[in-house]
């Protein structure tokens, strides 16, 4: 076995394209040191030692969608329900850039109190203000929408595929498709965003094969991005009594997707931080290079409750979340970002 995995390992080594099988063979890897030895290793011959920190502004937790799995869903009516004005996001779009962020990520639930036409006046007056790139995290929008974005300035979009299992998605995501998602991550590539999917590790009703054609689908879009957290039951939806991912399949899945796709950003997850105390410096040594603090004002951060226990909640603003993550990642024998941390195909595009 252990041989199997060392000549699949030297297939993805030299560039050559992994089967499905061998997808899930490197998930089943016996021996976790030697994969997570290997995508540390590929992370530094892609990327470096440099982490880049993206500041994450919740602005709003409405949400219209039902997700079976989060805690902002429309039917949950516990959470107490905020958005941010337009002079509050902008403010903690300042403090972020004054605390030396490079990128500024806006993100909601899917909230069409916010047009079109509004967030593109956010990122507007974000990138005239500062120098940073702006990533989008608003769901599932029209292909206009995302243009007037675009069209804005702003370098990337986040929406995640969640599990490209199609039925389970359609179950999970009442109202929603698989295809759907999947155009929408093609349109935005259209665009020119550079744009991130990614995973929840641990729902109910995957399994490994499931985890391999996620990796699969991400390699077939060509994301630049992938975020890839456990999923931890929340105690007011339908899945409150599911079990969650766990910290081992998680990191092993993080580990494959950098083996898989060498050039990506990979955060080191805050769901992962929230399940494990070390949970993001373990995953910054099995192939992650980003970390994403969350610079929401510290008011509604506790109210943005995706999933129970999350950390950081109490921090007050990127003046303190800035210094404490750099020292986990100095701490891990990494270094601070100081660019805006693009993926590998833009930073080409722009020294031309
Ligand atoms: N556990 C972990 N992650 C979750 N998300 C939503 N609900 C949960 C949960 N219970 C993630 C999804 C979504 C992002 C906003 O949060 O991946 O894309
Ligand atoms: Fe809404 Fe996103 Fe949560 Fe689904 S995962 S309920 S779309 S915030």
């Given at each position: 076995m252990a041989a199997d995995i060392r000549s699949i390992l030297k297939k993805l080594e030299t560039g050559g394209d992994p089967s499905l099988d061998d997808i899930v063979a490197l998930l089943q890897a016996p021996n976790d040191t030697l994969l997570f030895t290997a995508a540390d290793a590929t992370r530094e011959r892609y990327l470096g030692s440099q982490v880049h920190l993206r500041g994450i502004i919740e602005?709003?937790?409405?949400?219209t969608k039902n997700c079976?799995?989060?805690?902002?869903?429309?039917?949950?009516?516990r959470l107490q329900r905020y958005r941010m004005s337009t002079d509050e996001i902008l403010a903690a779009a300042k403090e972020g850039a004054a605390a030396g962020l490079r990128t500024i990520i806006l993100q909601s639930g899917e909230?069409?109190?916010?047009?079109g036409e509004m967030l593109a006046w956010l990122i507007t007056r974000i990138k005239e203000r500062h120098d940073v790139a702006v990533t989008m995290s608003v769901?599932?929008?029209?292909k206009g929408d995302y243009r007037l974005m675009r069209k804005a300035g702003a370098d990337r979009y986040l929406l995640k595929?969640?599990?490209?299992a199609p039925e389970l998605i359609s179950r999970l995501r009442p109202g929603t498709a698989l295809a759907g998602r999947i155009k929408r991550l093609r349109w935005l590539k259209e665009l020119g965003f550079q744009v991130g999917s990614g995973c929840m590790v641990?729902?109910?009703?995957?399994?490994v094969e499931t985890l391999a054609d996620d990796i699969m689908l991400m390699r077939e879009l060509d994301v630049e991005m992938a975020g890839i957290g456990p999923f931890i039951p929340h105690?007011?939806?339908?899945?409150?009594?599911a079990k969650g991912g766990e910290v081992a399949a998680t990191l092993r899945v993080l580990a494959v997707t950098r083996l898989v796709l060498p050039h990506i950003h990979l955060p080191a997850t805050t769901a992962l931080g929230s399940i494990h105390s070390e949970g993001r410096e373990m995953a910054l040594r099995c192939g992650a290079n980003v970390v994403m603090p969350d610079i929401t004002p510290v008011q509604y951060k506790k109210l943005y409750?995706?999933?129970?226990?999350?950390?950081?909640?109490?921090?007050?603003g990127p003046a303190h979340c800035v210094p404490c993550i750099s020292g986990i990642i100095f701490r891990s024998g990494r270094s601070v970002g100081?660019?805006?941390?693009?993926?590998a195909a833009q930073s080409i595009e722009e020294q031309k």
């Open positions: 602005f709003s937790n409405h949400c079976l799995y989060c805690g902002l869903r429309k039917d949950n009516r909230d069409s109190f916010f047009t769901g599932d929008r029209t595929q969640e599990t490209s641990g729902l109910p009703g995957q399994d105690p007011d939806t339908p899945l409150s009594n409750e995706i999933y129970p226990n999350k950390i950081c909640i109490n921090e007050e100081t660019g805006y941390g693009h993926s």
